[in-house]
């Protein structure tokens, strides 16, 4: 399968092909060679070898992908593709095992690997199935399953706190008090559209950024893909071909946000293993669980044995917990004890689980699309995550539409666990979203409320971004392309409003703490790298966790959760303290003094400051797989000062109280000029290569600090063409 490679000057690679699966064959081809680290650790983590490759730091993730049965879902689905699209999957593999073997040398990962491990890191051709795999991988805990993991947790500590006031408060209000954000570990984007009525050119503009754990190497991927059929440039998953979330087509263009849905149920289990095997409880009686055991190989260990059961609902995710309340052997509640062997579980209901379809016959007819309604039309197939989709074209259409599968459930019952034994909580259809609506002004998504009760898909989410969006686009008549750069870098936090409403009324401190209240009540709110304000901020918010994590009512929420270690940035008690603040102080009947403890942070910021910035200290902390083994020398990037904070436009994410560093924010931007797409502006926090030796692994990290972008090459006689990357089988 023959195809060019070419280069602009920022290492992207633009690959050309006389047919679609040449073309498919040099994407993998060049993604394996660009990403080489990248796109084996994410087949090992798809296979649920991690540990197999690292040690006992992949142990957490292989139980979960085992539990969940992820590679069992990626070869089913795989298995249920279409002739056409199972094709192009396997051109894509055919190119990513070939540019593996034609690597003269490993990755300086797997060196490192093999220096502090010993032996040889293992590796074999990828299985058919992998790209399908690798999707999953990108999306597995993308969906809301972990925060109601989390939700259930915040009920059942409370119930069994011995706390009087916890025992008093309504489960629903718990939740909703310390969840008042879509934004968890992994959720989470920005993207806005304007029609041609308010730009320069009289033709559509699309921009924005995803929002994840900014990992190193990124997770997206630059590239452009061009052959007879098509040629769209956009952003792509390393291991994964096409461009499923972010893509120009040179007549139509698409972007998307995490709708935030209840696209996954979780049920709770009543779990019973006898001589004849598990058994759980369902709306019915008792119920045969089916089960099997997964040995885990681990580098320099112990296998481990994982049992893996799923019930009638799904996959079992957690188990092991005490039952929280007596059952009988209908699962009918009674006051009698529970059963000898009893226990509590958690099983997760996925639409992709139960059709085996992940969504990929989507992939090519997006790539096809020439106007804002086929790119509609191509996602109707789509399944999970549900997304927000912004699509627009160049005649002038542009519209808003949801793609994906969500559960039909009242807003109350997506918030929490669903009992399994409960008739009422048998699994019901997916729910069709609404129709693409058209957009004749400005459009913005940000894991918001939506304002459209028929796209009010979920129950948790994010309180100021979106609002934030429209008030800057509000700001300008007309937009150009290079304006937009002024709304990726936005600082300003209205979260620090409401933190700073409780401190507006302390009185009785000393000159310095007043003088420090005094400043932050002056303070415009951006969290600007620059700004001495926006560091004291920070410092207070610190000093404010730190103190209320130790609040009896607080820390009692604190108790060990069963979900296992890959699950504990959604348990993070300090992490969901930062994030519900200032509702936090105003919690009396929780027996927290707010003013005092307002009062006493003022105290402690005051002798603590020392006049340096927010930048200073806010440097980015990306995620690498070789942090988890120890004395591994981890590839680092510069420690660029950063403006932004957690749910700001400029998302560079933060956990108050245990670190100032960015360990999530925007993975990538992008502007989609439908005029002129060579106008068009994109990048990522890295660079386009994933190894640390080569001039492109950080090279865009300076642009990306500085909320910029940098130019899309559409123009072939621009771009250096690579030496012939020979032929492939």
């Known amino acids: ?126 299985p058919a199935w992998a790209p399908l795999g690798v999707f999953l991988v990108n999306h597995a805990l993308f969906s809301t399953f972990p925060r109601v993991l989390w939700h259930d947790h915040l009920v059942r500590a ?15 209000d718990l939740v909703r008090l310390f969840d008042p954000a879509a934004d968890g570990p992994t959720s989470g984007s920005n993207a806005w559209a304007l029609h041609g009525s308010r730009t320069a050119t009289g033709v559509p503009l699309l921009a924005g950024d995803p929002h994840r754990v900014l990992e190193l190497p990124g ?101 092991g917990m005490p039952p929280g309340r007596p059952v009988d052997q209908d699962g009918v509640v009674t006051g009698a004890l529970p059963r000898a062997g009893l226990e509590e579980a958690r099983s997760v209901r996925l639409q ?79 729910r069709a979203l609404a129709a693409p609506g058209e957009v004749t002004d400005v459009a913005v998504d940000a894991n918001e409320r939506p304002a459209a009760a028929d796209r009010d898909h979920g129950s948790v989410y994010a309180p100021d971004r979106a609002a934030r969006i429209v008030d800057l686009l509000a700001g ?45 009540l002056a303070w415009d709110l951006h969290m600007a790298a620059e700004s001495p304000q926006a560091a004291l901020l920070a410092d207070l918010r610190a000093v404010l966790v730190a103190r209320l994590v130790d609040e009896p009512a607080v820390s009692a929420l604190g108790a060990s959760h069963f979900a296992g270690p890959a699950f504990d940035a959604w348990f993070s008690l300090r992490g969901r303290v930062g994030a519900a603040l200032p509702a936090l102080l105003g919690r009396a009947d929780l027996g927290i003094d707010g003013p005092a403890h307002v009062r006493a942070a003022l105290e402690e910021v005051a002798a603590l400051a020392d006049g340096g910035t927010w930048g200073a200290r806010h440097t980015v902390l990306p995620a690498h797989l070789l942090a988890d083994v120890p004395g591994a020398a981890v590839p680092v990037v510069p420690a660029l000062p950063l403006g932004g904070d957690q749910d700001t436009v400029r998302c560079t994410g933060t956990v108050p109280g245990v670190t100032d560093g960015a360990f999530r924010g925007s993975v990538a931007r992008w502007v989609w000029d439908l005029q002129d797409r060579s106008r068009s502006r994109w990048g990522v926090p890295f660079g386009s290569s994933g190894d640390p030796r080569s001039p492109h692994f950080a090279d865009q990290h300076p642009t990306w600090a500085v909320a910029g972008t940098v130019e899309v090459v559409t123009d072939w006689a621009r771009l250096t063409p690579e030496p012939p990357a020979g032929e492939g089988e």
């Open 1 to 126: 399968m023959a195809f060019e490679v070419f280069r602009d000057d920022w290492g992207v690679p633009h690959v050309r092909a006389s047919d679609e699966h040449s073309l498919a064959y040099g994407q993998g081809w060049v993604t394996a060679r660009d990403r080489t680290w990248q796109v084996q650790a994410d087949r090992w983590r798809a296979e649920g070898r991690l540990a197999e490759h690292l040690g006992d730091g992949g142990i957490a993730w292989d139980v979960v992908a085992h539990r969940l049965r992820l590679p069992d879902l990626a070869q089913r689905a795989y298995a249920a593709l279409g002739d056409d699209d199972r094709a192009w999957v396997d051109a894509y593999t055919a190119g990513v095992n070939a540019g593996l073997a034609s690597s003269s040398s490993p990755p300086v990962e797997v060196d490192e690997l093999d220096r502090v491990l010993g032996g040889t890191t293992p590796d074999d051709p990828w």
């Open 158 to 172: 409370a119930r069994y706190s011995g706390h009087p006031g916890l025992a008093d408060v309504d489960p629903l």
């Open 219 to 319: 997770p997206y991927q630059q590239i452009r893909l061009a052959c007879p059929e098509y040629d769209v440039l956009g952003l792509a998953f390393p291991g994964v071909p096409g461009l499923p979330h972010f893509g120009h087509t040179g007549t139509a263009a698409w972007g998307i946000t995490n709708a935030a849905a209840h696209a996954a149920e979780l049920y709770r289990e009543l779990l019973l293993r006898d001589d004849d095997g598990w058994q759980a409880f369902g709306p019915h009686g008792v119920e045969p669980v089916t089960s099997h055991t997964v040995h885990v190989r681990v580098r320099g260990g112990e296998p481990l044995t994982v049992d893996v059961l799923e019930t009638a609902r799904g996959p079992v995710v957690v188990r």
């Open 352 to 430: 992709a689980q139960v059709d085996a379809d992940l969504g990929f016959a989507c992939l090519r007819p997006l790539l096809r699309a020439r106007t804002a309604h086929d790119v509609a039309a191509a996602l109707t197939g789509w399944v999970d995550p549900v997304n927000r989709v912004l699509a627009a074209d160049s005649t002038g259409t542009v519209l808003t539409f949801d793609a994906g599968r969500v559960a039909d459930r009242a807003p109350d019952d997506r918030l929490l666990s669903l009992r399994a034994w409960d008739p009422t909580h048998a699994p019901r259809p997916w």
């Open 476 to 520: 300008r008549a007309v937009w150009h392309v290079g304006d937009l750069g002024d709304v990726h870098g936005d600082t300003h936090w209205a979260g620090a409003g409401r933190l700073l409403w409780h401190v507006a009324g302390i009185d009785g401190l000393s000159p310095a703490a007043a003088a420090v209240r005094d400043v932050l």
